[in-house]
Each structure stands twice: as structure tokens, then as C-alpha cells.
């Protein structure tokens, strides 16, 4: 079945440093698609970063880039120098093929707090 | 940029109502979906369409049901409201192929049944 976890409800990180949110999938298909979201408290879904299973490299996207470990099935977060409106809910995402149509399955989200 | 507009923020509705929550995209794109997000729960696809008149049941299609006469166009209904369909409200679309393709959200309705 396909699945996406995200075990940590909240995770808190003082301005200007780093963190990680994590994020591990289970899947049979060969060829998939993983994908971080923010919500801020305004509600509306922000797309920031996107792993192809059959990228070599690592995403990054300004400060934000997955730590991509295939065989351990985990595609997690790393959000560098965190910002104040880095607060927000952030969902792990994924797309393939055995979910039909170009659906997503989403994971329950992390709530980010960054504190001065 | 791809922009997907949901036409109420707010909305509150009584038990037993008709509910028309509408979406419009503008980036000609073939797949629209509706969620419920609950706390704790993630988000949930109630129903999706890729293409016009086309339509498929997600996770959590009781209660609900959806219309799509128009490609940019794509209205969530719930036949008769009730009080434990007060939730948010989101709809995405994408485009069709590629795994790398994101799906573009809307703002969200946050929806309260009385």
C-alpha cells in the first residue's frame, strides 16, 4: 500500500538555524514523485521542493533541499537559516503511478514553530 | 503563474443546506481534486476529475458529490449538510503525466455547518 509518514506533530527551531522535518514513504512503484508542502496559519498550500525517484542529486530549492535516502524509503526536509514566517504546517507529499490519475497521498504534517 | 481561486474564505451553512463550494483554475490543466483537511488527519481526497464530466471517488466520497461542466471549473456539493462535514476545504489541479508534476492549490474554505 502506498503511505506517507511524518512522526513529529511539532518541531520547534530558533531563527537562523537549521532543521529537519521528517518524512518516509512506502511504495512498489518504480517511478515516483515526492513533494514538501507549506500551509501557513492563513490556510492556503504553497508547493517548495520535488524529488523524482530516479534523481541523482538531491533537490534543493534556495534555502530549502530534501535529504534524499532511497533505500531507507525517507525523503526529509532541511529547511537552512530558519526564518520567523518559516512557521507554518509543512505536509510530505507523493505522486506515482499505482495511485492512478496523477494523485497525491499526503502525510498528517509537522507544525513548525521558529522562535526568536 | 497557475493560479486556482476557491470562491469563499468563510462560509457558514445550517444542517440539511445544499453546499456549493466552487473552484476555477486558469492554466488549462486536465486533473482537479477536492480535500477535507482535519487536524491530525492530513488531507483526504474526497473526489477528483481529469477531464469534463469526468469524475472519481476519492478516500471519503460519502456525503459529497461534484460537478465539472467546464475544464477550468470544478464545484464541490454537499447534498445535505451536516455538522460533521465542518471542516477545510481545499482544491488542487495539475497537469496530466510526469510524476514531477506539483499539484497547485487554492486558498481554502474554511466551512462551518450549524
Known amino acids: 500500500a502506498q503511505k506517507i509518514t511524518q512522526t513529529q506533530p511539532g518541531m520547534f527551531v530558533q531563527e537562523k538555524e537549521a532543521v529537519t522535518l521528517d518524512c518516509t514513504y512506502d511504495t512498489s512503484d518504480p517511478s515516483y514523485g515526492l513533494f514538501w508542502y507549506k500551509q501557513p496559519s492563513s490556510g492556503e498550500m504553497i508547493f517548495l521542493i520535488y524529488q523524482g525517484s530516479y534523481d541523482q542529486q538531491n533537490a534543493t530549492e534556495g534555502r530549502y533541499s530534501l535529504n534524499f535516502q532511497k533505500a531507507r524509503k525517507s525523503a526529509n526536509l532541511v529547511i537552512s537559516a530558519s526564518q520567523l514566517g518559516d512557521s507554518a504546517m509543512y505536509f510530505c507529499?507523493?505522486?506515482?503511478?499505482?495511485?492512478?490519475?496523477?494523485?497525491?497521498?499526503f502525510g498528517t504534517g509537522t507544525r513548525l514553530q521558529v522562535f526568536p | 503563474d497557475v493560479k486556482v481561486t476557491q470562491s469563499s474564505r468563510y462560509l457558514v451553512k445550517r444542517t440539511g443546506e445544499k453546499v456549493f463550494l466552487e473552484c476555477v483554475q486558469d492554466m488549462d490543466h486536465e486533473n482537479m481534486f477536492w480535500y477535507r483537511q482535519d487536524p491530525g488527519l492530513g488531507l483526504r481526497l474526497i473526489y477528483f476529475s481529469y477531464d469534463v464530466k469526468m469524475k472519481e471517488k476519492g478516500d471519503i466520497p460519502e456525503g459529497y458529490s461534484v460537478s465539472r461542466e467546464k475544464k477550468e471549473r470544478f464545484s464541490l456539493i454537499l447534498e445535505s449538510a451536516s455538522t460533521n462535514q465542518t471542516s477545510m476545504y481545499l482544491c488542487?489541479?495539475?497537469?496530466?503525466?510526469?510524476?514531477?508534476?506539483?499539484?497547485?492549490f487554492g486558498d481554502g474554505t474554511r466551512l462551518s455547518i450549524l
Open positions: 488542487a489541479s495539475t497537469r496530466t503525466g510526469g510524476e514531477y508534476q506539483p499539484q497547485h
Open positions: 507529499a507523493m505522486r506515482g503511478r499505482g495511485l492512478g490519475t496523477d494523485k497525491l497521498i
